[in-house]
């Protein structure tokens, strides 16, 4: 199956710094997924991005489908931005990376 | 944006039990999955469902486990006889559409505790 892997593993940001998370993945995909999980272990939608680029506020990703990687960039971070942050691509299931771990401190 | 429902939140069962976890999809959707993660690991498919039949499994969806669509808005899994090792988060996802890589919408979780 395909494999994915993200980094850094661990990111700690000052409040109001920005950051770049990246997402590898070892073979071409038709969806790719970044979420966020909250303190209260949820999976929140962040993107669905295949290929292209999208923003939503602070957040925005993009996907080099051809390169194989993602990233989620972050933009001026704020205390709720902590959690660990999931990749996942589809081969004929979501394979999900290990996460990075984010903490912004105040 | 529509949501997957999951009940119960939190169960906890003493090792041997059966348990089963219940999802609720979007209404339109076609495809099911469950997922799970233990506690500090990453999150593990464990079975898709297509069409009233698996489409897809891991190999942690032994014999242990069954899945099912007993009417046309829930979604079951059934654990027959637990093991400590089965304490961890199970996520249903349901994705719509006629493509099956399509965007999976996530269920907010069930938390199994094996005692």
Redesign the interface.
Known sequence: GIQVEQSPPDLILQEGANSTLRCNFSDSVNNLQWFHQNPWGQLINLFYIPSGTKQNGRLSATTVATERYSLLYISSSQTTDSGVYFCAAYDYKLSFGAGTTVTVRA | ?PEVTQTPSHQVTQMGQEVILRCVPISNHLYF?W?R?ILGQ????LV?FYNNEI??K?EIFDDQFSVERPDGSNFTLKIRSTKLEDSA?Y?C?SSGGS????????G??T?LTVT
Do not use: D, N, T
């Open positions: 944006e999955y997922y993660q990453k999150v593990e498919f898709s489409s897809e891991s988060m996520f996802a493509q099956r890589e399509g965007k999976q919408y996530f907010p979780g938390r």
